[in-house]
């Protein structure tokens, strides 16, 4: 990290700080985030985690949740709170985002904040918008980041049992349980490091993968059965999902995570789409295999990026032309899908 010495002496006396991270966030996003704010609070910090929405059930085990300011559409008051707290801080970090559409309308909020700015992230192409900033685009998890920046600090021995916990979820999740190719030997390094200092590996994976409501199994195995498309030409499956459909099984913040992840699992699949309208938009996951960019796609047909094999990207247009105007793209995409 550049100016390690300048942050080092920043976080020296205690401060007013604010964690903000993604629209709908992940284990990634909450673990890294609470497993921050525990850091800053054992050297004396006042630390609030903000996020831009609500977050998964299954994600509410989580050492230190329960003091999270989740903004949400039906209760004005937390993002009131959200918006003082962003105006008074001395610092504040920004965590598993490198671009502020990603928060939504709290981006405004945070370019205009005049606190010290942090940015700690490994996704691509990141904005400038911080003074501060430990970008690794190698690395396979924030939460990973967040350990080695402690770790850079000299302070490895204030992380505790939730920080570990709250670490380990992130980078078990980002890594998608140490499978992924993002998975490198500093990973299970820092997982070592993580569950030496008390993180449950069994505990934390039975919370995160293991823990569904009826709900989240009848919708995937709809999704599976009625919705999935392969197109075999592209190398290419998908799913897409009505709001009317979604409303049909309850489904909850959370119940869609990991079903993009079924279509690329297909043998001879190399690229897997999950559309679904969240009716203020329509919500794309991307997922790839090899050296096809779904990053690049989403960037430049989606208003969205994220990593080379894993991205995200947003349509204001109907599902069903959503849905048009990915598959119009398919044939100039269909070299590279098929190298």
Known sequence: MENLAAVKE??????????????KPDADALGSSLGLAGYLRKKGHEVTVITPSDYPDFLAWMPGHEGVIALTKTNPEPGRKA????????????????SLNRIHELGQKVQESKAVKIMVDHHQ?????????????????????????????GEKALIDIPIATCLYAGLMTDTGGFRHNNTRHKEFLIASELVARGASPHDIAKNVYETNTLERLRITGYALYEKLVV??????????????????????TGDLEGLVNYGLSIRGIKMAVLLYDRQEEIKLSFRS?????????ARVHFEGG?????????????????????????????EALNK
């Open 10 to 23: 920043l976080l020296a006396s205690p401060k007013r700080v604010a964690i903000v991270t993604h629209f």
């Open 83 to 98: 918006a003082a707290l962003l105006a008074t801080v001395d610092i504040l970090f920004c965590l598993d985002f490198s």
């Open 125 to 153: 192409e990141p904005e400038d918008f911080a003074a501060f900033r430990f970008w690794d685009v190698q690395s396979a998890s924030t939460a990973g980041l967040i350990f080695e920046l402690i770790d850079l600090l």
């Open 231 to 252: 197109l075999a030409p592209y190398r290419t499956a998908y799913i897409a999902l009505s709001a009317k459909e979604l409303k049909k099984f309850n489904a909850q």
């Open 289 to 297: 295999l090899g050296g096809f960019s779904v990053a690049e796609l």
């Open 306 to 334: 994220g990593h080379h094999n894993a991205a995200g990207g947003t349509s204001k247009e109907s599902l069903e032309k959503t849905v048009e105007k990915f598959l119009h793209l398919l044939p100039r995409y269909q």
